[in-house]
């Protein structure tokens, strides 16, 4: 089992790539928390260029609620990362964590229950496009 989910996407702008995952994820209960900028981070600290990188922290509150209920440690995988970047030919690539791969050494079948359906709802974010 992969620890993440892909899609390699071709002639639409990251802007747009980023606006339509943010609408998709938003239609399945994500809202984002949490925005890295690889590229921008990279450059201050390091001085290395990177091409365009995000990492955002998507967050469905009523299955965070529900993991954090049966066991407040989950907090230390959440939230749910998707990220886009820029790859050397200029296509995007969109990326989601895997929840149940991510989960599946907590060993609870009732977060298992949980990480299977995120993964459901993540998939479906991912094939929007």
Do not use: W
């Not at 992969?2 to 990251?14: A, D, H, L």
């Not at 030919?89 to 050494?105: K, L, R, Y």
């Amino acid at each position: 089992m992969e620890y993440y989910n892909s899609r390699k996407i071709s002639g639409i702008s990251f802007d747009e790539i980023r606006t339509r995952i943010e609408a998709a994820l938003k239609t399945e209960g994500f809202g984002i928390l949490t925005e890295i900028d690889i590229q921008a981070t990279m450059k201050k600290k390091l001085d290395k260029d990177y091409l365009p990188h995000l990492i955002l922290g998507a967050c469905n509150p009523v299955y965070a609620d529900t993991v954090l209920t049966i066991d407040p440690n989950i907090s230390t995988l959440l939230p749910c990362n998707v990220t886009i970047r820029e790859i050397e030919n200029g296509d995007i690539v969109v990326s989601t964590i895997n929840p149940e791969a991510a989960m599946s050494s907590i060993g609870n079948p009732e977060i298992e229950k949980s990480a299977a359906e995120i993964q459901e709802k993540l998939l479906r974010a991912l094939n929007t496009f």
